[in-house]
């Protein structure tokens, strides 16, 4: 078979298991900044300057694109989602191949790539930046300024994972001459500047610092996840592995490095193991599902690479280095088998940006008969305003209702975040904002997610309740419609 059916079929196959679950729920925090971002941006609207924006102008940009192409929907994300997970997968394999990983091994290594991509689905920038410094590694032995400028846009979706594509694109470009290396960091920082300078300029260098790098340095903390403990959910084979997941890619992670301290890697190897070390800090801030993918879209390249190596010299240490990879399968098979199969029954949600997204019953039909409730009391492009249960600890937020509701958000603010919203200048720049619009309706969204605790920074109370004296004093209830209440002004 030619190699490009080959790949071909590997991009298919990726994307048919991506694209399984690709109109299945809804997510109020992630979906709803990314949606939200790219709405402003098609309005007109600068990054760091107009909006608050802890992430590169990359994937917002993107997706205003395709708004500006398609309309406001959650379809068209979706969609690129995944042809771009379709895409990790079928690099992941080539990664291995290039690695010289046998066939067998290099397909289960597309396996696990392939699954890990799948679920969760997410319009974050990491799919994005994930297949652009996998292709800046694919690419350097070839053509080191092609890695480079790969590299270099990778940086405006992900700092962390452009700076990786970085050094990922140089090592590998090393194999030819000193001098490759060289134009590949030299061509990346020229893409960078082109994709990223003008919007830092525009939006303000201080605040594209303060908002992006300072974030990440000062508040990233608030927000971490522990490493996962002690099992006490029964016996359940599926739940325990997902629970340990984040070990087995640190095991994962271990045996290639005993593996490549005995023999040499190769140059494609060491040009991706970066983009190893970016996944471990990722999933190390914040030790969750969502932070899992980085590591878990290199690293089975990487193991297939040494199975196939040492079973030469011994079988043993191959099966050893086998185990986390066909782990990492079997908890992308079971994870992919819930989002499908389990869960409370959905239906498709009946709002016109929803284009054929399906949402747990209930939600559905609470999220129609709040448009509804908003239409009857809002004329319609006058902004609302979502707020949460409480503004002194908040954990995540609900943006997604501005696109849902097709509602502009009357502050700068729609990261509800701890450390963002939950500061005293922050709440009176949007007590100002509020007062200045004026907006009819206020949504708190007391969804059991919006209060939860977790076992960081979120839990702890700021004492700064100016926003919720604020919506207090001039907001009474109106009508509460599942897990929103909405309250007009007085």
């Known amino acids: 078979m030619r190699p490009w059916i080959a790949y071909g079929l590997l991009f298919l196959g990726a994307a048919g298991l991506s694209g399984l679950t690709v ?62 997970d379709a895409g990790v997968a079928t690099l992941a394999f080539g990664l291995a191949r290039r690695a010289k990983a046998g066939t067998p091994v290099a397909l289960l290594a597309w396996l696990a790539a392939a699954l890990a991509m799948a679920s969760p689905t997410l319009p974050s920038p990491v799919p994005a930046a994930t297949a652009l410094a996998l292709g800046a590694v694919l690419v350097a032995r070839g053509s080191p300024v092609a890695a480079g400028v790969l590299a270099g846009l990778a940086l405006a979706f992900r700092i962390d994972l452009g700076l990786a594509a970085v050094l990922g694109a140089a090592v590998s470009s090393a194999e030819r001459d000193e001098r490759a290396a060289l134009r590949a960091v030299a061509s990346a920082a020229v893409a960078a500047a082109i994709a990223l300078g003008p919007w830092v300029l525009a939006g303000g260098a201080g605040r594209f610092w303060d908002q992006t790098i300072g974030f990440a340095a000062n508040l990233q903390d608030l927000q971490r996840l522990p490493l996962p403990g002690a099992w006490d959910g029964g016996v359940d084979p599926g739940r325990i592995l997902d629970f340990y997941a984040p070990y087995v890619l640190f095991a994962g992670v271990l045996l290639w490095v005993v ?30 599902e969502f932070h899992r993918i980085p ?27 086998a ?43 609470d999220l129609v008969a709040l448009r509804r409730e908003v239409g009857r009391l809002v004329p319609p492009a006058q902004p609302v305003f979502v707020a949460n249960p409480r503004h002194d600890r908040v954990r995540v937020g609900d943006p997604l209702l501005y696109v849902l509701l097709e509602r502009p958000n ?55 309740r100016i926003l919720d004296d604020y919506i207090a004093r001039f907001y009474r209830r109106a009508r509460r419609i599942g897990d929103f209440l909405v309250l007009q002004r007085r």
């Open 23 to 84: 109109l299945n729920e809804l997510n109020p925090h992630d979906e709803g900044l990314m949606l939200q971002a790219a709405a402003r941006i098609a309005d007109g609207q600068l990054p760091y300057r107009d909006f608050w924006w802890n992430y590169g102008p990359g994937q917002p940009l993107l997706l205003a694109g395709l708004q500006e192409l398609f309309g406001l929907s959650l379809l068209p994300w979706r969609v690129l989602r995944v042809l771009l």
């Open 259 to 288: 593996e490549a301290a005995r023999r040499r890697p190769s140059p494609t190897e060491l040009g991706a193991l970066p983009l190893v070390v970016a996944g471990v800090l990722y999933l190390l801030a914040r030790a969750d």
């Open 295 to 321: 590591l878990a879209a290199v690293l089975p390249a990487l193991l297939a690479a040494a199975v196939w190596r040492a079973r030469a010299a011994s079988r043993a240490f191959a099966v050893v280095l």
């Open 323 to 365: 185990v986390p990879l066909v782990l990492l399968a079997l908890n992308g098979l079971d994870r992919l088998r819930i989002d499908l199969f389990t869960g409370p029954p959905k239906q498709r949600v009946d709002l016109p940006v929803a284009d054929g997204v399906r949402a747990p019953t209930r939600e559905a039909r």
């Open 410 to 464: 009357p502050t700068r603010y729609d990261v509800m975040q701890p450390g963002v919203v939950t500061t005293e200048q922050a709440q009176r720049e949007m007590v100002a904002d509020l007062e200045s619009v004026r907006p009819e309706v206020v949504i708190r969204w007391v969804s059991p997610v919006a209060d939860q605790r977790e076992d960081n920074g979120s839990s702890r109370s700021t004492g700064i």
